[in-house]
């Protein structure tokens, strides 16, 4: 019997699962990030071809491939990795979808199929879809193509209001002590100046967060600001997206995910149900309850035509790998 490998690539981790038809996993790698617009697309490929051989053991009688990439975002990018992907042995493109991880993401939150996910992690991105085949996507190039917010996005403001209020320029925020204190620094001049010589860099700009998000909660206004535009340009994605599909006025799930909407941070939270309620009325939030991956295994299996039941065993046998840590 053939088996079915199943890709969730983004820019942090890979993971890998090899699955019976039936379901049942068989095999779980992770390795690191395989984002190809971060490390190129040679370096993708090889980490996910290396991965996908550990988690076959040899084995070489793949039936279907699904591989969902951050970082695929353009159609010439899926081409161009797909292209790649082809002097791969144990990938063959007529049995195989390569797309954008957001799909995988999206059938982690829900099996509808209507249904839009706003993903906000280190960055922001969106994708709907209905029962037709129809989908709404977005370029999700950062600032060139209208992006604003995730987890990086809000690091740069926590920054930029903390080092204007310690000189003078801002208004007073939390985050003038907040920051430094989160970075291990003892003041903003020294934050400025690690940044500025890169001893701090880009994963230590997303870590700040959780920070901004803690001090909207506790009543910093300044931050308070800002969790207020990370919910209206959430809603708005989701909101664009069910206009594009005509789906506005239907019952459909918007499934949230990614590390900063992940956390649940109430404001937040409440913020982009009250602006998606005023749009979409009968549109109801809902959380990913399953791993990314599982969302690619639940894919390849449906495309694999396996029953229903088999991406509830899917579910139910992942954990016996460890990967839900």
């Not at 493109?93 to 799909?103: E, I, K, L, P, R």
């Not at 982690?108 to 996507?137: F, K, L, M, Q, Y």
């Not at 600001?225 to 994605?237: G, N, P, S």
């Not at 909101?239 to 239907?250: E, H, I, K, P």
Request: aromatic share 4%; proline share 5%.
């Amino acid at each position: 019997m053939s088996v079915l490998v199943a890709v969730d690539g983004g820019g942090s981790k890979t993971d890998v699962l090899v699955l019976d038809p039936d379901g049942t996993v068989l095999a779980h790698a992770r390795g690191p990030g395989s984002c190809p617009q971060i490390i190129g697309v040679q370096p993708a490929l090889e980490i996910i071809d290396g991965l996908v051989r550990t988690a076959l053991a040899g084995r070489s009688d793949v039936g279907r491939v699904g591989i969902y990439l951050s970082g695929l975002d353009l159609p010439v990018e899926i081409d161009t990795f797909t292209s790649a992907l082809r002097s791969l042995d144990w990938f063959t493109a007529a049995s195989a979808v390569v797309d954008n991880d957001t799909f995988a993401l999206l059938r982690a939150g829900t099996d509808s199929h209507e249904a839009v996910v706003v993903v906000c992690g280190t960055g922001i991105n969106c994708v709907g879809r209905r029962s037709d085949g129809a989908t709404a996507r977005f370029p999700a190039l950062g600032r060139i193509s209208g992006d604003w917010g995730g987890g990086f996005e809000l690091g740069e403001q926590a920054i930029w209001h903390a080092a204007r209020a310690v000189d003078g320029r801002g208004p007073a925020t939390t985050l003038a002590h907040l920051v430094p204190a989160a970075l291990g620094r003892p003041t903003m001049a020294a934050v400025i100046e690690d940044l500025h010589f890169r001893v701090l860099g880009h994963d230590d700009v997303v870590g700040l967060a959780p920070a901004l998000l803690g001090a909207a909660a506790d009543g910093d206004a300044v931050c308070a600001q800002i969790v207020e535009r990370q919910a209206d340009e959430v809603a708005t994605l989701a909101l664009t997206a069910l206009r594009r599909l005509d789906l506005v006025d239907q019952a459909v799930p918007v499934v949230l995910g990614g590390g900063v909407l992940a956390a649940r941070d109430p404001g937040l939270t409440e913020g982009i149900r009250g602006r998606l309620a005023s749009g979409a009325p009968r549109a109801h939030l809902t959380f990913v309850s399953d791993r990314p991956v599982l969302g690619a295994a639940f894919l390849v299996l449906e495309a694999y035509g396996s029953s229903a039941n088999a991406v509830e065993r899917a579910r139910e046998t992942y954990p016996a790998f460890g990967a839900l840590v």
